[in-house]
C-alpha cells in the first residue's frame, strides 16, 4: 500500500481544476458571486481579454432578473450553466 505522503510522484499534486471564467463566452448563462455568499444569475453580454494574453479578464453582465448591466472582474464569475 502507498504512502499517503508519497501518493504523487516528485511532490506534485493533482492538476488544479481551470476556473470557470477562463470558458465563459458571449451569450452563456452564469452564476455570479453576490455579497454576503449570494448569487445571482444573469447572461454575458461581452467579454474583454487581458493585456497579457487572450484570456477573459473582464466582463459584462445582464442580470436576469433586474435586466441591470454589470460590468465585472471575470473572477466573479462561479459557474457556468448549461445552455
Known amino acids: 500500500m502507498p504512502d499517503?505522503?508519497?501518493a504523487f510522484?516528485?511532490?506534485?499534486?493533482p492538476e488544479p481544476a481551470e476556473p470557470a471564467?477562463?470558458?465563459v463566452r458571449v451569450g452563456d448563462t452564469v452564476r455570479?458571486?453576490?455579497a454576503e455568499?449570494?448569487?445571482?444569475l444573469g447572461t454575458v453580454l461581452?467579454?474583454?481579454?487581458?493585456a497579457r494574453g487572450p484570456e477573459v479578464s473582464?466582463?459584462?453582465?445582464?442580470?436576469?432578473d433586474t435586466g441591470i448591466v454589470h460590468t465585472l472582474s471575470a473572477d466573479a464569475v462561479l459557474d457556468i450553466l448549461p445552455g
Open 4 to 6: 499517503a505522503l508519497n
Open 46 to 50: 461581452h467579454t474583454e481579454g487581458g
Open 32 to 34: 455570479i458571486a453576490g
Open 21 to 23: 471564467f477562463l470558458k
Open 58 to 64: 473582464f466582463l459584462q453582465v445582464a442580470c436576469q
Open 37 to 40: 455568499r449570494s448569487s445571482w
Open 9 to 13: 510522484p516528485e511532490g506534485k499534486g
